[in-house]
C-alpha cells in the first residue's frame, strides 16, 4: 500500500482565494482525519469521519473551513477565503480499529501571503 | 475529555547515553496510548502503542514505553540513543474504543555526537 496521500505537498496562495487540500486513505481504513499543526498551537484535530460520515467537527476553526468524504477513498478540506493565519501544515491521517493506530500522510504545506 | 501533557519542550542526551521522554495523560476510562516521532518536513510515524496487557510495550527503532496507571505516565525510553534519533516525538491518547487521538504538544529530542 502507499500509504495515506496527500496533494498538494505545497500549497502558496493568495489571501481570500479558494484553497483546496485533498487525501487518500489507506484503502480498508473507515477513519479519517484532519489535522492542522502550526507551532503555536501544536497538533490540532480539525475533523474526523467514519465510513465517510462526519463525526466531529468542532475543531474546525470557523465556517471558512469545510471538509468533505464523497467516498471511502477521497477527502478534501477546502479553505475559503483564505487567511495568512490559516498557514500551516494539514495532515491527514487514517486508521481503522481495532488496532487504533493512525497511519499519516506527509501533510500540505500552506501559505497564504 | 482526554488530554496530554508532555512537559519538556527538548530533551538533550548525548549518544549512547540512555534518553527518556515524559508523557502524561488524562482519559476517562481505559487509556489507549500511543508515540509518534516526526522528522522535519514529515508526517508522523507510529512508534508503538499501549492498549492492554504488560506494561512495558516495544517498539520500533529500539524504542520501548512504560505504562504506569497510578501515575497516569507513559514514558518513552530507549537504552541508548543514537544521532539519528533526533526528531519531534509526540504523545497521544484516546479513550479506550474511541478514535479520536489527542497529541501533546510535543517533545523535541537533540542526541549529540
Known amino acids: 500500500d502507499a500509504g495515506v496521500i496527500q496533494s498538494p505537498r505545497h500549497e502558496v496562495t493568495e489571501m481570500g482565494q479558494e484553497v483546496t487540500l485533498r487525501c487518500k486513505p489507506i484503502?480498508?481504513?473507515?477513519?479519517l482525519f484532519w489535522y492542522r499543526q502550526t507551532m503555536m498551537r501544536g497538533l490540532e484535530l480539525l475533523i474526523y469521519?467514519?465510513?465517510?460520515?462526519?463525526?466531529?467537527d468542532s475543531g474546525m476553526p470557523e465556517d471558512r473551513f469545510s471538509a468533505k468524504m464523497p467516498n471511502a477513498s477521497f477527502s478534501t478540506l477546502k479553505i475559503q477565503p483564505s487567511e495568512p493565519r490559516d498557514s500551516a501544515v494539514y495532515f491527514c491521517?487514517?486508521?481503522?480499529?481495532?488496532?487504533?493506530?493512525?497511519?499519516f500522510g506527509s501533510g500540505t504545506r500552506l501559505t497564504v501571503v | 475529555a482526554q488530554s496530554v501533557a508532555q512537559p519538556e519542550d527538548q530533551v538533550n542526551v548525548a549518544e549512547g547515553n540512555p534518553l527518556t521522554v515524559k508523557c502524561t495523560y488524562s482519559?476517562?476510562?481505559?487509556?489507549?496510548l500511543f508515540w509518534y516521532v516526526q522528522y522535519p518536513n514529515r508526517g508522523l510515524q507510529f512508534l508503538l502503542k499501549?492498549?492492554?496487557?504488560?506494561?512495558l510495550v516495544k517498539g520500533s527503532y529500539g524504542f520501548e514505553a512504560e505504562f504506569n496507571k497510578s501515575q497516569t505516565s507513559f514514558h518513552l525510553k530507549k537504552p541508548s540513543a543514537l544521532v539519528s534519533d533526533s526528531a519531534l516525538y509526540f504523545c497521544?491518547?484516546?479513550?479506550?474504543?474511541?478514535?479520536?487521538?489527542?497529541f501533546g504538544t510535543g517533545t523535541r529530542l537533540l542526541v549529540s555526537p
Open positions: 491521517a487514517s486508521s481503522s480499529l481495532p488496532s487504533g493506530g493512525y497511519t
Open positions: 484503502s480498508g481504513h473507515d477513519y
Open positions: 469521519f467514519n465510513n465517510n460520515v462526519p463525526i466531529d
Open positions: 482519559v476517562s476510562g481505559n487509556p489507549y
Open positions: 499501549y492498549i492492554t496487557g504488560d506494561n
Open positions: 497521544a491518547v484516546s479513550r479506550g474504543g474511541f478514535q479520536k487521538l489527542v
